[in-house]
Nanobody
């Protein structure tokens, strides 16, 4: 049984920052973060290869978001900076026990959390 749980989402003013957390019980070979705004497709935000800590970002997220993990705590993190209203979305943590070199698509992950709401006000 694989369990994922995101936390940390809240209302924040434009220009603010948040740290989202993902508790992952297993299948942490890779961890990704995606987001989905109302009426929009779920989009890739960032991913991390658990063993090496190598990180990967959507082009639009580079310099604003940072993904990390703490293996001892079985926790993954997504730090969000300089938030804008268009960043408003449900943010999801996802994992997979395979490393295939693919990490940008929802189909690359077998396990998903329930999501945490991030709302950015102007």
């Amino acid at each position: 049984q694989v369990q994922l749980e995101e936390s940390g989402g809240r209302l924040v003013q434009a220009g603010g920052a948040l740290t989202l957390s993902c508790a992952a019980s297993s299948a942490r070979t890779k961890m990704g973060w995606f987001r989905q705004a109302p009426g929009k497709e779920r989009e890739f935000v960032a991913a991390i290869r658990w063993s090496s800590g190598s990180t990967y970002y959507a082009d639009s997220m580079k310099g604003r978001f940072a993904i990390s993990r703490d293996d001892a705590k079985n926790m993954g993190y997504l730090q969000l900076y300089s938030l804008q209203p268009e960043d408003t979305a449900v943010y999801y943590c996802a994992t997979d026990r395979r490393w295939t070199g693919l990490y940008r698509y929802t189909s690359d992950y077998a396990y998903w959390g329930q999501g945490t709401q991030v709302t950015v006000s102007s």
